[in-house]
């Protein structure tokens, strides 16, 4: 398309809309641009294994796709109800996926089929009869809107694209006019309803499939301009954030689910679309590209993608969090194709890296193993190429804010916490699913030592008591299932959610008010080199029940030791009551500075596999908690995580009680000093002071002092409404090294005084500043 500006051509395809003669024929002008966007779309299915149908394990795969499309083809029986015996319409995924699966047998070198007229024939009557029974201009949408205008029409012009030459001229005008009446050309006029984030790039991705089938300039034009919201950063609602955050039904952080959808049909939108007039822009591919290492890259953990970003699917099948991390590097090893090479050299090396540590589920045995013929042979040449490196886990702090979320990594363990606030839900659950996670948004603090990569994976939602969640507050109130509002509609008001990190450490709060529920606390997580201090305070209910803090709830069989004595019953020995530290073999340990009332139950839990899973299936427990009674009215705690930690560590960590120093647990602060590594920690809940820190105003303040005489101040405004904010620290400071653009006024000598203006704009950010401590 050299000699035409993306300008002019749309322009162009302005003019067809006002009745100008516009050729759409093969030669023509439009003609060309579509039978590129048609090769291109056919491509993302067969360049991954062009050249490779004869070596294995393509040549197995593609021999078994085409084994399967011949008995899909001989058994069609065309009726009035159905198209295949025992598969009664409406069948909105079965039906329409068996078409596109012949159809990719039908463009798929190897399979025995490839470029088969009788099997492409076979597909477009098949693609018409169910066009004409159910998915018909003029027809009711009934159920789920999702199955009319993404669900079936995607995978029906998928598989019309792929066998576009024996599309009778009636077929193709019978199927356009059929998504024309589901989704209209006004369906993308306004970024709204359920017309934003992943939605709205299926959205995209039906237009332009239907431009392609009937050659319509206009609506490609309008696909690829339809994209644009999604490509920009938001500040409320659905869609990427600049802190990391995804969010998909206003409330729900969603990388793990619809953002893997929006990533996987970016990815796809950007390989078609390139070079053609309707070639997303540069500064909008920009967008996305900072959001592989940004959104998607900090909730993967050795592959799999952390639950705390999946939304009310994690529960659908065992593993589907490892699954949801295949199909995130799948789409990021497509997208590195049409990247700059910057980025493509370093998603390569990251994919290669989670494909390397992730010893739970192989990524590429999986991936041969469920037929993904494009991400195993695109993984198989990164895997191969020895100019790639496998990219070690990233160490520190990735803090998102807008979503309640953060994730923690050091040497040998990794840490992700999921709170709720007043605009993140507790927990989503609709259309069945998820109805039993009321609590996940109560500070659960999921952890994966070395070597614990299925410890969430295995049946752990089906079977794990759910009022026992790991790092929750809860009250022991029964639920219904699906309490609160459905699709994620469960926002709590505490408005101090999120805290202040310097990209090693991190002090994170969350004033937490419980599901239907009158408890109320103030928790505190401080993230460390090889350890998370906990701290709780202000806990209160009128519930009439216990609650309870949950320690940990682990998926194990493994030994239990409370107090250097082996623990075998259910619960801890009669009398035992104070413990001071207990550490789980193989897993890690717990430290009580003081000592504190424990309580252990190991336990073996059944529950249903999920909805993929057939079955009952049954797992070992140990959990520990400390219980702060019925009605709490100023309840606390502290306790020490140490992921990975030996016994011996466990032992001498509970015996040095000047590790770390609690500078306040009230429900007006909470922080902490850990003398070793020049950290100081406060979240203040209110004004005040903690230590050596003095807030005007409520903020997570994180000082640390370095060995070279400087020292770093971070703060954050987690309730997103300060105007101005003065941190005090009673310390001598020299000098201010570097500032930061929102800090107004410093002073030192004696103390520092920093001044920080229009925090509330930065959205729960962390500003961070570095001072010298050194002597004059």
Known sequence: ????????????????????????????????????????????????????????????????????AARLRDTMAPGPTSLWPG????????????????????VLPGTGLTGDAGLASAVAAGLDHYRRHVYAAGAEARGNWWNWQIGVPKALLDA???????????????????????????????YSGNSTGANRVDLCTVMLL?????????????????????????????????????IQHTYVPYQGGYGLVALAGLAALFAVLRGTPWEIPEHERRVLHDSVDGSFAPVIHDGFCMDLAGGRGVGRRP???????????????????????????????MVKGWAARDTARPMLGTAEAEGDLGFHARLAAVTADERIPAAPEPAGHRLLPMSARAVHRAPGWCAGLSMASYRVGHYEHGNGENLRGWHTGS??????????????????????????????????????????????????????VGGASDGAYAAVGQHLNGLDSTMEAFKSWFFLDDAVLCLGAGIRSEDGVPVETVVDNRRTGAPLTVDGTRVAADDLP?????????????????????????????????????????????RDYVTLWLDHGADPRDAAYVYLLLPGATQERTRARAADPGWARVLANTSRAQGVHVPSLGLTGVNFWHPGT??????????????????????????????????????????????????????TRATTGPALTARFDGLAGHLGASCTITLSTASA
């Not at 809860?474 to 408005?495: H, I, N």
């Open 1 to 68: 398309m050299r000699g035409y500006t993306r300008r002019s051509l749309l322009v162009l395809g302005g003019a067809a809309a006002a009745g100008a003669v516009v050729p759409v024929a093969a030669g023509g002008l439009w003609g060309d641009a579509f039978a590129v966007l048609r090769r291109r779309w056919t491509a993302l299915t067969t360049d991954p294994v062009s050249g490779q149908a004869t070596l294995p394990p393509y040549r197995e795969r593609l021999a078994e796709l085409g084994r399967e």
């Open 87 to 106: 598969m009664p319409y409406p069948s909105f995924n079965a039906t329409p996926a068996r078409l596109r699966s012949m159809a990719r047998a039908y």
């Open 160 to 190: 019309a694209v792929l066998v576009a030459p024996h599309l009778t001229s009636r077929q193709a005008d019978g199927l356009r006019d059929a998504v024309d009446h589901f989704v209209p050309p006004r369906r993308l006029y306004d």
């Open 210 to 246: 239907r431009a392609v089938l009937g050659a319509d300039p206009d609506r490609a034009a309008l696909a690829a301009s339809a994209l644009s919201p999604v490509l920009r950063y938001v500040e409320e609602g659905d869609g990427f954030y600049r802190d990391g955050s995804f």
């Open 319 to 349: 593993y589907g969090d490892h699954r949801r991390g295949r199909m995130i590097a799948a789409s990021i090893l497509l997208l590195a194709e049409t990247a700059p090479a910057a980025d493509r050299e370093r998603w390569r090396a």
């Open 443 to 496: 500070g659960m603090l999921y952890w994966w030592a070395e070597g614990h990569g299925d410890q969430y994976s295995d049946s752990f939602w089906a079977t794990v008591d759910p009022y026992r969640l790991p790092g929750t507050t809860v009250s022991t109130k029964r639920l219904p299932d699906g309490a609160g509002a459905g699709w994620g509609d469960t926002c709590p008001p505490g408005r101090w």
């Open 574 to 618: 009669e009398g035992t009551g104070v413990a001071r530290w207990a550490h789980l073999d193989g897993h890690g340990g717990y430290v009580l500075p003081g000592g504190g009332p424990l309580r252990v139950l190991r336990e073996r839990r059944a529950g249903a596999g999920g909805a993929e899973a057939a079955g009952a299936v049954a």
């Open 690 to 743: 903690a230590g050596p820190l003095t807030a005007s105003a409520p903020c997570a303040v994180l000082l640390r002092e370095l060995p070279d005489g400087t020292a770093t101040l971070t703060v954050a405004d987690p309730r997103c409404d300060l105007d101005e904010l003065t941190v005090t620290w009673r310390r001598p400071v020299t000098a201010l090294v570097e500032g930061h653009p929102l800090l």
